[in-house]
């Protein structure tokens, strides 16, 4: 016999979203709420959390957490009672050339990206349900370089890494990644508007679709790999064909 998917699969679900109170996090947050989700989201700035909490309405709550911190990491997960889908996108890093970046700056998207997702699955793992879900973020430079970020790049290869390793791992729990191009949003919003221009343009050239992303393109691939119960141990690019050229 087969079984038809829920018409409302987020419904009555408990997600968890680490870097929930903007951009990309942010978006995917709204888009649970509106599928009947309740939601946590974490993140550094308590501000941010309430202001992004109260907007979401009484489906959401938040909590303050630093994924460079592990103390921090389990006192979060601690409040929380149970996860279905899991999201990880907060991270803080520098980029650029090896011959130009301290060894501190350039260890800094494995800190905080690489292990602070790792750090965080290992902390939740004790509160996801059977069947739940976790989506990491990496990124398409993983697999085509933009400029000479020799670190960047191998640390999002290593979180695609991490995904299949960690699907392996939890099964029956899926774990995916979700591996963006350049998304006109939040994050380069923060960006000088010269910069910004230039870096759009750029990427206009370089991908199939002549455009960035937006946040909300990269939340529907997050929700879909929430949601579908057949992918695991893969890694989705939302990124304008980027990666194909």
């Given at each position: 016999m087969?079984?038809?998917?829920s ?7 408990d997600v968890?979203?680490v870097g ?7 978006e995917v947050?709204r888009?649970?709420v509106?599928?009947?989700?309740r939601?946590?989201?974490g993140?550094r700035?308590?501000g941010?959390l309430?202001a992004?909490a109260?907007?979401?309405?009484e489906?959401?709550?938040w909590?303050?957490v ?6 921090s ?7 929380v009672d ?5 999201f990880?996108?907060?991270a ?9 970046l301290?060894?501190?700056?350039a ?16 902390h939740a793992a004790?509160?996801l349900?059977?069947h739940a879900?976790i989506?990491?973020?990496s990124?398409a430079?993983?697999?085509?370089p ?7 790049v191998a ?7 991490l995904?299949r390793?960690?699907a ?6 899926r774990?995916?990644v979700?591996a ?14 010269d ?8 990427y ?15 939340a529907?691939a ?10 695991t141990?893969s890694?989705?690019y ?8």
């Amino acid at each position: 016999m087969t079984t038809l998917p829920s018409p409302a699969p987020l419904a009555n679900r408990d997600v968890v979203i680490v870097g929930g109170s903007s951009g990309i996090g942010l978006e995917v947050a709204r888009r649970a709420v509106a599928g009947g989700a309740r939601v946590v989201i974490g993140g550094r700035s308590a501000g941010k959390l309430a202001a992004a909490a109260e907007s979401l309405g009484e489906q959401a709550s938040w909590g303050v957490v630093d994924t460079t911190d592990q103390a921090s990491l389990a006192a979060f997960f601690d409040s929380v009672d149970r996860i279905d889908h899991l999201f990880t996108p907060a991270a803080s890093y520098q980029v650029g050339p090896m011959r130009e970046l301290t060894d501190s700056e350039a260890e800094s998207p494995f800190v905080s990206k690489f292990w602070g997702q790792y750090h965080a699955v290992k902390h939740a793992a004790a509160k996801l349900t059977a069947h739940a879900s976790i989506v990491l973020m990496s990124g398409a430079a993983s697999v085509r370089p933009p400029a000479a970020a020799p670190a960047y790049v191998a640390c999002n290869a290593a979180i695609e890494g991490l995904g299949r390793g960690l699907a392996v791992e939890l099964a029956p729990v899926r774990v995916n990644v979700v591996a963006p191009g350049t998304v006109d949003g939040n994050l380069w919003a923060q960006r000088p508007a010269d910069v910004r221009r230039a870096s759009f343009a750029q990427y206009g050239r370089d991908a199939l679709l002549h455009r960035p992303g937006t946040e909300g393109e990269i939340a529907d691939a997050v929700l879909f790999l929430f949601t579908n119960t057949f992918m695991t141990g893969s890694t989705l690019y939302p990124d304008g064909g980027y990666a194909l050229r």
